[in-house]
């Protein structure tokens, strides 16, 4: 899941919603190291280090120059990941496009 957001508000709102859309996908799945997670209260920041790349645009910069040094050339973008809002969406897409990819030109 990827969505640039304007600011740290947008962030939190982002961190929450796609984390709690995500736990509810994969504890419906059955999964067990997310049915875990999902009993208790979910550290949204932890699950963005480890599964998401939401953030401001500098900050969406950051994470996608960290994963290039492991290595990684390519990264699927799923900016509507659960139903977001389509200004959600918009706002993301908008953002990544004019923010983050001329980063990696």
């Not at 979910?42 to 950051?62: A, K, T, V, W």
């Amino acid at each position: 899941i990827v969505c640039t957001v304007p600011n740290k508000q947008r962030k939190a709102q982002a961190l929450k919603f796609f984390g709690d859309i995500f736990l509810a996908a994969y504890s419906h799945w059955g999964h067990d190291n997310v049915t875990a997670v999902d009993s208790g209260d979910p550290d949204y920041d932890d699950m963005n280090r480890e599964l998401f790349i939401i953030g401001e645009p500098s900050e969406c910069i950051e994470r996608i120059q960290a994963y290039e040094q492991l290595g990684i050339g390519h990264i699927a973008c799923l900016m509507n990941f659960g139903g977001a809002e389509r200004a959600m969406a918009d706002q993301s897409l908008r953002l990544f496009g004019e923010k983050v990819l001329p980063a990696f030109a």
